[in-house]
């Protein structure tokens, strides 16, 4: 079957394709932006990709006539503060085009909604839902709670709030309760329901078996990992003040944060699991759920990260725009140093962010991250999603991969960290040379006394990272 998946960069769509792959289907990936679409090369025969925008409806024409079924993976949430009506005109653009083809199914996966009041982000997606039913085509609607898995939103946020904080002041909303699923089971689902007559026009909620308040998710977490915690929640704590709260603890966004403080005082429990029934599915409980996601962060198999998407960085952005790094009104630092092992430096430049630092004055780069946290940016805390690989679309710490090159020897990264301009790091292996080049937009006279702020500690901090990485200093 030819099956059209929209989100291929997401973090569902990255593991749902080469599922459908394996089950011999025909995978049309939709993106924004093919620049930032990395896959396995065993998948490449059994994909075409295309550049659309869900927003843009000429860009639908990009889909093919042809298609089976097709998943709706799309989410804006946080992109903007009118994140609900974009996600609105995304569903009926995708509808208005997906009638056009042979389709006869669209999967929808979207959030529990069974509480009279909803929060913002809810509603938008219950409206989504709305939009999509209206076409001439079989919708089934999975509607999952809290989604665990490694790389997950929910699951780094509590890995986040618990290995660092052994006494919580909290929000009330800690004592809501909901049901949450294991990725797996997700993929699982989404996989199954595909052209299943049994699931046409049929919207599902899908969970694990454990109903759980999200305090009882943290201290779960805690025993799992042997740690001894405290919580104190405080019914005084405002929205705001949690989404602060929750911006400074965790990795995720004020956006996102916003967004998620608004949909955590909703209960989000299944109505039921007749779904697990016609699917022949029996869902992990969420302590298995745990288990697996540290097995795939210890053998460092971590399919997709939430931290990867657009949704976790300052703005939305095509790649390509930005690969050719500017000169014209540019400031530029580049500085050299000879090469003692081509390959061994080209590994620590590929294991450079994350835990692993950035081999010269950490501390400055953790000043940096905190008073990026500070002004509202991403700061340090997004890491990377793999130690050792670096693809295109990637986050490390505040910067966005644009290229990534063994070959070739090239890094190219973009600044997403709160700037007065725009600032890109490349390291390029020339001959025998390893070449470490800033390059800083300024926007405005602020822009420009920034850029003189911070050029007297390049030379510390650049030349400091040359020697490590060329070998001149033993690590």
């Known amino acids: 079957m030819k099956v059209l998946l929209t989100g291929a960069t997401g973090y569902i769509g990255k593991r749902l394709l080469p599922v459908l792959v394996h089950h011999g289907h025909k995978v049309v990936c939709c993106v924004r932006d093919k620049d930032r679409f990395n896959t396995s090369e065993s998948l490449l025969s059994s994909i075409d990709i295309v550049e659309t925008d869900l927003l843009i409806p000429e860009t639908l024409d990009h889909i093919p006539d042809d298609i089976d079924a097709a998943y709706y993976l799309v989410h804006s949430m946080s992109t903007s503060a009118d994140y609900h009506e974009l996600e609105k005109t995304s ?29 913002k982000h809810l509603t938008s997606r219950k409206n989504v839902e709305m939009e999509l039913s209206k076409g001439n085509y079989a919708l089934t609607t999975l509607r999952a709670g809290i989604i665990i898995g490694s790389g997950s939103a929910s699951f780094e946020i509590i890995r986040d709030l618990v290995e660092k904080i052994p006494i919580m002041i909290a929000p009330r909303w800690l004592n809501t309760r909901c049901q949450p699923i294991a990725v797996s089971d997700v993929i699982k689902m989404l996989n199954q329901s595909l052209l299943t007559e049994s699931t046409y026009n049929q919207s599902f909620d899908i969970s694990g078996p454990d109903i759980m308040t999200y305090k009882e998710m943290l201290t779960g977490y805690a025993d799992i990992r042997n740690l001894k915690r405290k919580i104190i929640t405080l019914p005084v704590m405002t929205p705001k003040l949690s989404s602060y709260w929750l911006y400074f603890v965790t990795s995720t966004s004020y956006k996102l944060a916003t967004a998620l403080v608004e949909s955590m005082k909703t209960e989000v429990v299944a109505r039921d699991n007749r779904i697990n029934r016609l699917l022949n599915i029996i869902p992990i409980s969420y302590y298995e759920s745990l288990r697996r996601s540290f097995i795939k962060i210890e053998q460092n198999e971590i399919l997709s990260s939430w931290k990867d998407s657009f949704i976790s960085g300052m703005s939305s952005y095509h790649i390509s725009e930005y690969i050719s790094v500017p000169v014209f ?6 500085r050299r140093m000879k090469l003692v092992d081509r390959n061994n430096s080209i590994e620590k430049i590929w294991q450079i962010g994350g835990n692993n630092g950035w081999y010269y004055a950490d501390r400055l780069w953790r000043l940096r991250g905190f ?19 670096i693809y295109t679309g990637d986050t490390v710490d505040f910067w966005r991969v644009l290229f990534a090159s063994k070959k070739m020897g090239r890094l190219l990264l973009f600044a997403e960290m709160k700037l007065p301009g725009e600032a890109w790091l490349e390291f390029n292996i020339e001959d025998d040379y390893l070449v470490l080049t800033a390059t800083f937009r300024p926007r405005g006279l602020l822009g420009r006394l920034y850029w003189y702020a911070v050029y007297p500690f390049h030379g510390i901090v650049f030349n400091g990272m040359l020697r490590k990485l060329t070998d001149q200093v033993k690590m």
């Open 371 to 389: 008073i990026d946290k500070l002004f509202g940016g991403v700061g340090l805390r997004r890491g990377r999603t793999n130690h050792n690989k």
């Open 329 to 334: 009104g540019c400031y530029n630092d580049s």
């Open 91 to 119: 569903a009926i653009n995708f509808r208005n085009k997906i009638e056009q083809t042979r389709a006869k199914q669209v999967i929808y996966l979207s959030g529990i909604v069974n509480d009279d009041i909803l929060s």
